[in-house]
């Protein structure tokens, strides 16, 4: 999952300091694993560097200084290009699946154009395998039909998504 | 304990029947509806005892003529009877004068005052005749003022034709045969007996079987209406945890609630039935709704008998079936249909009707039992064979197109359950051809022409010897439709004046109605002719003596004494060779032309009037009545051919093509309700086979040849069993077996109606089927 | 519109069931020898798209083009004769008569066609053993097993020579291994006869054996190898 996309879309809404930023992540997407503040921080210099993000404006007070992030227009490309681009069919994959869904409903994006972009990146996976099956030995048959009974889980985890993602972007927007 | 869960049970069936949807109501009607026309059939058939000693009562209550020789003297309690009876087209009229002789004359039942001369009261029936058009010549024969009606006291049928006026001067007439004088209306003779013809039993017995079977039939069918989704419904109620016994009761009580509604229908089908049987005559009888009456213990019975029925016939269905929680299996292996155990049905049947072959001649009576039993045996066979034939030839036809291939196939998988639909047909049909053949055969016996020579004279009027023969045949003569007359007078001669030894018969007419009679080498008026070669006459050579003196109308002791009319066989008298007369006999005796006759002896003779008619003249029969009865009101003219007859039989066959077609439109609802329901499983199979391009055409006519195959097969059967069936029934009525070639055609044609119309029905249905809704797994 | 050597395409399909619109304005397009999957949750319209494209039921609006011709306007009996020669049918079930034996089911579609009894069997054989069902011929359907079934309702499919082959959850109603030997054989013997395929399926795993595959939701179609 990438960190740096999850954040640079959650600017997309509007700049934020840092400290916000780590709690709408934690809020939207680190139920179990709450984020550091250090993993911010490192991200958004990584970011910054790269000229996804500009410092909006710097405030003084008591402890550290408090800078506020804003989104650049090529951070609003890579954000579109990452979501666009579907992940490697590869087990486990919701988390950051759930994650480009969620993204996309707060940018107010198609999120269903994700999920079935990623449905079709699967099947062209599956239909490696399945080729491979066909030709191979009982061996390669029990190794593909292995990883094509997890991608047809995900598939299946997709298509349940899609069919409630009406829901989703109600919860999601709240 | 085990009533309450029975009754439960049965309760629960019951309540499955009702709530089954368009499809269970269906279902319980057209098994009410069956039922119905069952029990009401039964209702009449138990009836008709009652309402034929009904009948009798009231014949035997208007008894007037005793035709003894016991003569009642005149009193204030007498009354004088003339016999007026007289026939309009082709249906008896009974007429009666009255002349009541005292103030204490007994009133025929049904009439409370005597007519005066020239007024009548009437039965109901005569009365609508006579106002309607159809009855303007019977007004002309009976022209008196209608004063009033006969109440149902006083007739013997709806339907009689009967009437009462009053009479004048009958003393003189009163000889027990015309006119009779008597006291008492119940003491008379009520002969002709109203006692029914044994034939006529039998064919009522027939009508009765030959309707009933097919509806018992239907019913067996009607309780199976459904079956898939009962079973289904059975299933479910197993695997909720109702045991195997649980599950039949409640197959039973819903088989219960069909029939106890049958039950209602068959009482309202029973009342409306009686009134229709009130207006309807049947071989000249009819009757009045009330004497319908079921006995109450057979009412009972058929009450009781009819649900049990339908209770044991679902049960029986259901015994070779297992029904599971999750389905219902059929242990039954499709046996092969065996041959030798069905045949012994029909054959049983033959064999109990074989014994009563030939005994309509001497009108010995059937024996109601064995004639019911082989009656149904014969036709119960057809609904075992049919399933074996149809197996038979299903497995042996070869296949031809797709249509006709998909239809063979199915039929050859499931050829017992096609059969079964079509059992109803076959035995309706097969029945309805046997007593169109009795009817037929029956019907050409009753009008068997006579020895008469039709060609020569058709009719036959008496006349008294008190009216002149000539004006009488001049009258006729008048008469439309009458194309010749051949008038003589008839009478006797003997040798000696009383008691005399040898005696032979007088005919008087002209040269031209003698030649009819007889070869006559020549002929002139004045002639006397001795007879040679009639039949039965040894006497008249031995009268025929020249010189001797003979006595016409001679007297005898105890009898009537005669004119007694002395004649002297006269020199002149010629020899003529007798030939077959319009009577189809060859007479014998003397011929004589009229001048030929001594005067006194014109009163001696009676007229015989024969006529030669224009059968193409519309009711040619009662203009000569008509004319007769001016002539003589006491006579009734005999019809030598009874072609006329046949319009009553018409009816009678109409009326069982009427009710053939009903029991078959019945059968033939059956038949569209479980085709709709087979075709309602094949709903996936249909859309499927449309999808992949199968017209609809083919579907349409696999599923006619899918019917037509069993039904045909059902008719040729059914028509072997028919004409075997009435083949026999005529010999046993002793009627010279002819096949009614119409009626077996029209029979099975309209069974063939029905199946083509239940296809028909069943097409629109087939192609909703068929869209591609059917293919939905939504 | 239609994509250059499409065998049978749609453009903007439109078919309404009562109220609910179970096309609305789908598109599709297949090419000779293709296999192509139709995806979607259950009542997303696929069947009613495989319906259109089949010229079963004709749609309310949109055109359908099979080698040139409009189908959306042919007669029934057009299309019915279509299908008889051109198209192949495979469903989830029930598509057997259960009267008629194997080899007279697979042969059933020649014999609509006219061909004689004797030369329909032949054929109906040479596929059953295609499909590795030719000693089931004597039977009947309700004595051998759903997966035999299925090969034997894909041999009548083919046995026509149809250059379309459609194809209705033809595994829905099998477990998985058999479900993949019938999509094995499926898609090897309308591949040897160059025949597309339109693939109506909700599991990924029948899909996987197309070309390339359609989502169908809520009436709308999306080819996703346009889209990538």
Not at chain 2, 206 to 233: N, Q, S, Y
Not at chain 2, 623 to 652: F, H, Q
Not at chain 3, 68 to 79: K, N, P, Q
Request: aromatic fraction near 6%; include cysteine.
């Amino acid at each position: 999952m990438s960190i740096g996309h999850t954040l640079l879309g959650l600017l997309e809404s509007g700049p934020r300091h840092g400290y916000d930023l780590k709690r709408a992540f934690d809020e939207k997407f680190g139920h179990d694993r709450p984020l550091h503040y250090g993993q911010v921080y490192s991200t958004m210099s990584r970011l910054l560097k790269n000229g996804l993000v500009e410092v909006d404006g710097i405030e003084a007070g008591e402890g550290p200084e408090r800078k506020r992030y804003a989104i650049t227009e090529a951070g609003v490309t890579d954000v579109q290009r990452w979501l666009a681009t579907p992940e490697k069919p590869e087990p486990y994959l919701q988390s950051t699946l759930y994650t480009k869904v969620v993204l996309a409903l707060l940018t107010h994006r198609d999120a269903a154009e994700i999920l079935d972009t990623q449905r079709s990146e699967h099947l062209r996976m599956m239909r490696i395998l399945t080729d491979r099956k066909r030709k191979g030995d009982l061996a390669d048959q029990l190794i593909c039909d292995h990883a094509l009974f997890h991608l047809e889980a995900d598939l299946r985890w997709l298509e349940l998504t899609a069919a409630r993602l009406g829901k989703l972007a109600e919860a999601v927007v709240r | 304990m085990r009533v309450r869960q029975w009754s439960r049970d049965l309760g629960m069936g019951a309540k499955f029947a009702f709530t089954g949807g368009r499809e269970g109501w269906s279902r319980v009607l057209l098994t009410a509806v069956g039922v119905g026309l069952g029990v009401a059939l039964l209702l009449l058939t138990t009836a008709i005892p009652s309402a034929l000693a009904a009948r009798d009562d009231r014949a035997h209550a208007r008894g007037d003529f005793t035709y003894s020789e016991m003569k009642t003297p005149k009193g204030d309690n007498t009354v004088l009877v003339g016999k007026v009876d007289t026939t309009y087209r082709q249906r008896d009229v009974r007429g009666r004068e009255l002349q009541p002789e005292g103030v204490r004359a007994p009133l025929p039942p049904g009439v409370t005052k005597f007519p005066e001369p020239g007024e009548m009261v009437v039965s109901p029936a005569l009365k609508e005749l006579l106002e309607s058009g159809d009855g303007k010549l019977l007004r002309e024969r009976v022209p008196y003022r209608v004063v009033g009606t006969i109440g149902e006291s006083g007739l013997i049928g709806s339907q009689e034709l009967a009437y009462y006026t009053g009479g004048k001067q009958l003393a003189s007439k009163a000889d027990g045969g015309r006119v009779a004088r008597i006291t008492d209306f119940s003491e008379g003779e009520t002969y002709p007996s109203d006692g029914l013809d044994p034939v006529l039993i039998l064919l009522i017995l027939v009508v009765f079987v030959v309707l009933l079977t097919p509806v018992a039939i239907f019913i067996a069918a009607a309780v199976r209406f459904g079956g898939e989704r009962r079973d289904r419904r059975l299933a479910a109620l197993r695997l909720v945890g109702s045991d195997s016994h649980m599950t039949r009761r409640i197959a039973a009580g819903e088989a219960l609630a069909g029939s106890a509604l049958g039950l209602v229908f068959g009482a309202a089908f029973f009342l409306v039935g009686r009134e229709i049987a009130g207006s309807v005559e049947f071989f000249g009888v009819s009757v009045f709704p009330s004497y319908l009456n079921p006995s109450p213990a057979l009412a009972a019975l058929v009450a009781v008998t009819v649900p049990v029925a339908a209770v044991l016939v679902t049960l029986f269905a259901l015994r070779r079936v297992v029904i599971e929680p999750l389905g219902v299996v059929r242990t039954a292996k499709p046996a092969r249909r065996r041959l030798w155990w069905r045949l012994l049905l029909p054959l049983g049947g033959l064999a109990m009707l074989y014994p009563m072959m030939g005994q309509g001649k001497n009108n010995g009576e059937f024996n109601e039992y064995l004639v019911t039993g082989g009656v149904v045996l014969l036709l119960i066979g057809v609904t075992a064979l049919l399933p074996w034939i149809v197996d038979a030839v299903v497995a042996r036809l070869g296949s031809g197109s797709v249509s006709w291939q998909l239809a063979v196939r199915r039929l050859q998988l499931s050829g017992g359950t096609a059969a079964r639909m079509v059992n109803g047909i076959a035995v309706a049909v097969a029945g309805a051809i046997a007593l169109q053949m009795l009817f037929s055969g029956v019907q050409s016996q009753y009008t068997e022409p006579s020895p008469q020579d039709l060609s020569r004279a058709q009719m036959q009027v008496t006349v008294p010897s008190a009216t002149p023969l000539a004006s009488a045949a001049e009258q006729f003569t008048r008469t439309k439709g009458v194309r010749d007359v051949m008038a003589f007078s008839e009478g006797w001669l003997g040798d000696r004046r009383k008691d005399p030894n040898r005696s032979s018969s007088v005919a008087v007419g002209d040269c031209a109605a003698l030649r009819e009679v007889a070869a006559l080498p020549s002929c002139r008026d004045g002639d006397v002719f001795a007879l040679q070669g009639g039949e039965y006459d040894t006497d008249t050579p031995k009268l025929a003596d020249s010189g001797r003196t003979l006595y016409i109308d001679p007297g005898y002791d105890d009898g009537e004494r005669g004119k007694q009319v002395a004649w002297t066989v006269p020199r002149a008298l010629k020899q003529a060779e007798s030939r077959t007369d319009p009577t189809g006999t060859k007479r014998g005796g003397f011929l004589f032309t009229p001048s030929a006759l001594p005067a006194k002896a014109g009163p001696a003779l009676r007229g015989q009037v024969y006529l030669k008619l224009d059968s193409s003249v519309p009711d040619v029969y009662d203009l000569v009545r008509n004319t007769a009865a001016k002539i003589d009101r006491y006579g009734d003219p005999m019809v030598w051919t009874s072609g006329e007859r046949s319009d009553a039989y018409s009816s009678i066959r109409t009326g069982l093509f009427v009710g053939a077609a009903c029991v078959l439109a019945l059968i033939g609802a059956s038949l569209l309700v479980s085709q709709l329901e087979q075709l309602r499983e094949r709903k996936r199979l249909l859309s499927a086979l449309v999808a992949f391009g199968t017209r609809r055409r083919t579907l349409s006519l696999s599923v006619l040849w899918q019917t037509a195959v069993p039904v045909g097969l059902g008719l040729a059967l059914s028509a072997v069993v028919g004409l075997t069936l009435g083949t026999v029934l005529l010999k046993m009525t002793d009627v010279p077996v002819s096949v009614d070639w119409a009626s077996v055609l029209s029979m099975t044609g309209i069974g063939a109606l029905v199946v083509l119309a239940v296809t028909l029905l069943s097409l629109p249905p087939l192609l909703r089927m068929m869209r591609p809704d059917g293919l939905r797994t939504e | 519109m239609t994509p250059a050597g499409a065998l049978l395409a749609a453009h903007d399909l439109r078919k309404a069931y009562g109220p609910t619109n179970a096309l609305d304005g789908a598109e599709f397009s297949i090419h000779p020898g293709e296999v192509v999957a139709v995806m979607g949750p259950s009542g997303s319209g696929k069947s009613t798209l495989l319906h259109c494209l089949a010229g079963i039921v004709p749609p309310d609006s949109g055109s359908i083009l099979y080698n040139g011709h409009e189908m959306a306007t042919m007669s029934d009996a057009r299309r019915s004769a279509l299908r008889r020669s051109e198209f192949g049918f495979v469903f989830q079930f029930g598509q057997l008569v259960p009267e008629l034996t194997c080899v007279e089911n697979v042969a059933l579609p020649l014999r609509l066609n006219g061909t004689s009894r004797k030369e329909a069997e032949r054929t109906a054989l040479s596929w059953m053993e295609r499909l590795e069902v030719d000693g089931l011929r004597g039977k009947r359907p309700g004595e051998i097993s759903g997966g035999q079934g299925q090969r034997v309702a894909v041999a009548r499919a083919l046995v026509t020579n149809p250059r379309v082959l459609f194809a209705d959850e033809p595994t829905g109603a099998l477990d998985s291994l058999n479900g993949e030997r019938v999509m094995e054989l499926l898609t090897e013997a309308a591949r040897s006869a160059n025949a597309a395929v339109v693939l109506v399926t909700h599991e990924a795993r029948v899909a996987a054996y197309s070309d390339r595959e359609i989502v169908v939701r809520d009436g709308k179609s999306r080819d996703m190898e346009r889209i990538v």
